[in-house]
């Protein structure tokens, strides 16, 4: 049963504005939330996190919006870039669940010129 | 510094064959996890290892198992290969302080293993 839902297979925006990408999950006992970023033929790259007892944290062009009562998470990038084109990953842990990450399907994301 | 070496890069393998992936984590990192993704699937959660002791265990058939050494490089084993776990296998590591995760960090993650079962 798919505990953490990127329902947007995929994403286009221009370059220099804002992408938004989203991501909602059901179980109530997740603490830490990750977002990553994947290249074809590599491994996730780590961007940024968020603890459960937080609604928001920023790094850089990188902010992740918490919100526990509609459990659902978001992360902007802003301004995007066209190396930011990759497939972005929203993960969930805790609970019953100890450290392993709970992954959503992904979202596509092409940032035009 | 050194990332997250997994070796092979690339797999192939015969239906009832059983393969040994490797996982050699960031210096300092005791905590090592393995993860699969396949296009169907997306990315699964297979085990988590820290100080030689499997913490956590994903839903995936006995077939699959791991270990960590002393010198918290890892490996796993896939025995009686089937077409289904064609797949690339990720393998992750984390610190610790104590045992519990810095997830400020989050995972860092290897390139992974390609397996290609035929």
């Known amino acids: 049963d798919q505990q953490v839902k990127q329902n947007s297979p995929s994403l286009s925006v221009q370059e220099g504005r804002i992408s938004i990408l989203n991501c909602d999950y059901t179980n109530s006992m997740f603490d830490y939330f990750l977002w990553y970023k994947k290249y074809p033929a590599e491994g996730p790259t780590f961007l940024i996190s968020i603890s459960s007892i937080k609604d928001k944290n920023e790094d850089g062009r990188f902010t992740v919006f918490l919100n526990k009562s509609a459990k659902h998470l978001s992360l902007h990038i802003v301004p995007s870039q066209p190396g930011d084109s990759a497939v972005y990953f929203c993960a969930a842990s805790g609970g019953s669940s100890g450290y392993a990450l709970n992954f959503g399907k992904g979202t596509s994301l092409l940032v035009t010129p | 510094k050194a990332g997250v070496t997994q070796t092979p890069r690339y797999l192939i393998k015969t239906r009832g064959q059983q393969v040994t992936l490797s996982c050699s984590p960031i210096s300092g990192h005791r905590s090592v996890s393995w993860y699969q993704q396949t296009p169907g699937q997306g990315l699964q959660f297979l085990f988590e290892y820290f100080s030689e002791t499997q913490r956590n265990k994903g839903n995936f058939p006995g077939r699959f198992s791991g270990r960590q050494f002393s010198n918290s490089r890892s490996e796993m084993n896939v025995s009686t290969l089937e077409l289904g776990d064609s797949a690339l296998y990720l393998c992750?590591?984390?610190?610790?302080?104590?045992?519990?995760?810095?997830?400020?960090?989050?995972?860092?993650f290897g390139s992974g293993t390609r397996l290609t079962v035929v």
């Open positions: 992750a590591s984390s610190l610790d302080a104590g045992g519990v995760l810095n997830f400020n960090y989050g995972y860092t």
